[in-house]
């Protein structure tokens, strides 16, 4: 079955104590992106690549990295998570000449 | 940067019609996305218009004009089901950055 997977679906940490959230597809899909979703304010790209050792910067991208070491891997990683990074977040791929984005289920995140 | 406008909320009652409409800087966007999201749920992908006019797919069309800055998500023969957010989102270029309207939240009344 094609589709998008993140994990962990939900985490709940401290502030400060470093965390990866992977992302995996298994679409063979050259795009991949990281978004953020807040009440009253919508979902926010993080960061997105468009292949394999090429990222770049969302609208958000303050606090976060990420790695494409791998076509199908786009692990988003919060080295110091602070409280104002508790969100629903949404990985997400497509081809390089499609339109539509595929969305894995979410992961919501609570930093204490 | 470039904003896209959309309703917050809308309602409208089942078996009716209801156009969500939004707006963005023209100086804007290669093409316009729909998206769909249920409560809860990751968004899924409903249209993509890179031309200006209307495409139809079953009982959702969208509406592109580029000169205007405005497009539309028309939905028909509204159905409970479709108590959703739906939301507007820009591509300036073809590169994976997209940016995301704020979405419009339709409540559908049997």
């Known amino acids: 079955e094609a589709q998008v997977t993140q994990n962990p679906r939900y985490l709940i940490t401290v502030t400060g104590k470093k965390l990866t959230v992977t992302c995996s597809q298994n679409?063979?899909?050259?795009?991949m992106s990281w978004y953020r979703q807040d009440p009253g304010l919508g979902l926010r790209q993080i960061y997105y690549s468009m292949n394999v050792e090429v990222t770049d910067k969302g609208d958000v991208p303050e606090g976060y990295k990420v790695s494409r070491k791998e076509k199908r891997n786009f692990p988003l990683i919060l080295e110091s998570p602070s409280p104002n990074q508790t969100s629903l977040y949404f990985c997400a791929s497509r081809g390089g000449g499609d339109n539509e984005q595929f969305f894995g289920p979410g992961t919501r995140l609570t930093v204490l | 940067g470039q904003n896209i406008d959309q309703p917050t909320e809308m309602t409208a009652t089942e078996g009716a019609i209801v156009q969500i409409n939004c707006t963005y800087q023209t100086s804007g966007f290669n093409g316009l996305f729909w998206y769909q999201q249920h409560a809860g749920e990751a968004p899924t992908f409903l249209s993509y218009?890179?031309?200006?006019g209307l495409e139809e797919k079953g009982r959702f069309s969208s509406f592109l004009s580029r000169s205007k800055g405005y497009s539309y998500l028309l939905l028909k023969e509204l159905q409970m089901k479709d108590s959703a957010s739906y939301l507007c989102a820009g591509e300036p270029n073809r590169d994976d950055k997209i940016i995301f309207g704020k979405g419009t939240r339709l409540h559908i009344l049997p």
């Open positions: 218009n890179v031309l200006d």
């Open positions: 679409m063979n899909h050259e795009y």
